[in-house]
């Protein structure tokens, strides 16, 4: 079965891009996130430390949006995806950041 990818050109690229190390300064962040993720999927949604490591992925996703705009977070969250094999956190954290939606 033959499908049509509606993203765009930049977003294919970004999914390419992320499934290798990214620049030491992106692989640092993409891996923080990866971790954080890690950790939230473990805690209780009710919890304190859940809160303050969502709380921390947003503050993530807004300092990529001020250096790099939603292409960069796009690209880190792919990252993220290759590395733990899920961006959910940092998706539904993100949203609002730079027209990111969930």
């Not at 990866?34 to 503050?59: M, T």
């Not at 300092?63 to 993220?80: A, E, F, K, Q």
């Amino acid at each position: 079965m033959k499908y049509v990818d509606l993203r765009s050109e930049e977003n294919q690229r970004n999914e390419d891009r992320a499934k290798y190390p990214l620049d030491n300064n992106d692989e640092k962040i993409a891996a923080e996130l990866a971790k954080l993720s890690l950790k939230l999927q473990e805690l209780n949604d009710n919890s304190s430390s859940y809160r303050k490591a969502c709380k921390r992925i947003r503050k993530i996703g807004e300092s990529l949006c001020s250096n790099g705009g939603s292409n960069r977070m796009d690209l880190i969250c792919y990252r993220v995806y290759f590395l733990i094999g899920t961006s959910h956190y940092c998706r539904i954290n993100w949203d609002g950041i730079c027209g990111w939606y969930y």
